[in-house]
Every structure is written in C-alpha cells, then in structure tokens.
C-alpha cells in the first residue's frame, strides 16, 4: 500500500513539475491570443475597406471579410499553439488542418465539377480546371 502512495505522489509531483515547465508557454500563448484579437480588428477593417472598394456586391463584401477574419483567428491560434506546446511542429497542424488534402480532392474534384459547370463559369473555378481552346 505503501508503494501505492508513493507512485501516486511522484506521478502527482511529475505532472505538477511539466505544468510548471509549460507555465511560461501558456502564459506567451494567451498574450498570442489577446494581440490577435485586436489583429483580427485591423484586417476586419482593412479587408472591408478594400471590400467596399472594389467590389459592388455587399453579400461578397461580408464574405471576404468573415474569410479575413477567419484566417487570422486561424494564425493566431496556430502560433498559439505552437508556443504552448512545444512538441507540436508547424507541420502537424497542416496536416491537421487538411490542407494537404485539399489539392488532392481539388483534383479529384475537377472530374465532377467541369460537366456541371456552364461554359461562361468556367473561369476562376480552380486550377487545371479550363482546357485549352474553351
């Protein structure tokens, strides 16, 4: 029984020594956090002045913006990440965000969405998606 406690209090002890190492890490990834708030603030602005400006459709508008606002919440919180834990690698959180497959579906994609598509859509779709002479 004796060996019992003693392997719970230096389990115990271990675990409060790594939150303590981490301490530092989670306190840097909060500060990440709070000045991403305010950058998300700046690219909601600059992103919907540039918006207004060049393009007239305000549901576009507010799309671009939401996809502004999205992505620098997205860096944020992967910077977040990576500072507190510092096992976890810029390339784990791609690969766990998906974009690696993003191009493979793109492409598989493309079989399916070009009969669908009327000709005059075409354009912009994606990449590889026109062929040459339309």
């Keep these: 029984m004796k060996e019992l406690l003693q392997t719970i209090n230096r389990s115990l002890l271990e675990m409060v020594g790594r939150g303590i190492e981490l301490l530092p890490g989670f306190l840097i990834a909060a500060v990440i956090l709070w000045a991403t708030r305010y950058g998300v603030r700046a ?4 992103v919907g002045s540039a918006a207004n400006r060049w393009i007239p459709s305000p549901s576009l508008q507010m ?4 996809i502004g606002q999205v992505g ?3 860096v944020g919180i992967l910077a977040a990440s990576v500072v507190a834990f510092p096992d976890l690698r810029l ?6 965000l998906g974009l690696g497959s993003v191009a493979i579906g793109g492409i ?22 026109l062929k040459p002479g339309l």
Excluded at 43 to 46: D, H, M, S
């Design 43 to 46: 690219v909601r602005r600059l």
């Design 63 to 66: 799309l671009l913006v939401q």
């Design 72 to 74: 620098a919440w997205v």
């Design 91 to 96: 390339g784990d959180l791609i690969g766990l």
């Design 108 to 129: 598989a994609g493309q079989q399916h969405l070009e009969p669908a598509l009327p000709q005059q859509h075409r354009i912009g779709v994606g990449i590889g998606i």
